[in-house]
């Protein structure tokens, strides 16, 4: 019920290209989908969100898809770079009577080639 | 600067020891979190408090205990019962709003290695 499942694990994507990386959740009582982006040794950083009342959001290069039933949810990045080789993670938030708390995917490994 | 501070950045640790390990944070967010992230299994969650003095397990608890004394302060210690604790540690935190969620902001890390 709190998993959420992120793939491709490894994507190698040519300068100029689209990246796209895919997560897929089971329960329907998450409300707040962010991705993150985490370079080698950092914390991860937020990146772009989405709520479930909105099928797709845009913020300059990076995209989020949202497909609220088939419950699944998707990064575009557009015109990829060198500069977005990171590790990407999809993640899913609920709020419980303990609190809030946010469940991550597995993590993409994004290579762009120059 | 507002932010979250770990610490130390690398921590080495013998078989059988207690280790704490430091997370500050002076973004006066309520929430503090903190997971545990080894290659190809994303972030799990060990702890996290929504106010002081109150704190929850997450999904991989066991081995590892947390105290929440001061709102800007959360640390984590790893017990001799946390059977592999070699792993990279970070801590979160996230402001509640009464209309729905923020992100999370994360410290750097702790790498932690046990010798």
């Known amino acids: 019920q709190q998993q959420v499942k992120q793939s491709p694990q490894s994507l190698i994507v040519q300068k100029g290209g689209i990246s796209i990386i895919n997560c897929a959740y089971e329960?329907?009582?998450?409300?707040?989908f962010p991705w993150y982006q985490q370079f080698p040794g950092k914390g991860p950083a937020l990146l772009i969100a989405i709520r479930p009342d909105v099928s797709e959001k845009k913020e300059g290069r990076f995209t989020i898809s949202f497909n609220k039933s088939a419950k699944q949810f998707s990064l575009h990045i557009m015109d990829s770079q060198p500069g977005d080789s990171a590790t990407y993670f999809c993640a899913a938030s609920i709020r419980e009577t303990s609190g809030s708390r946010l469940t991550f995917g597995e993590g993409t490994q994004l290579t762009v080639n120059p | 600067d507002g932010g979250i501070t770990q610490s130390p950045k690398y921590l080495f640790r013998k078989e059988g020891q207690n280790v704490t390990l430091s997370c500050e944070q002076n973004?006066?967010?309520?929430?503090m979190y903190w997971y545990r992230q080894d290659p190809g299994q994303g972030l799990r969650l060990i702890y996290y408090s929504q106010i002081v003095n109150d704190f929850q397990k997450g999904d991989i608890a066991e081995g590892y205990s947390v105290s929440r004394e001061k709102k800007e302060s959360f640390p984590l210690t790893v017990t001799s019962a946390q059977k592999n604790p070699t792993a990279f540690y970070l801590c979160a935190s996230r402001y509640r709003t009464g209309t729905g969620n923020t992100e999370a902001f994360f410290g750097q890390g702790t790498r932690l290695t046990v010798v």
């Open positions: 973004l006066n967010h309520d929430a």
């Open positions: 329960n329907t009582a998450f409300d707040y």
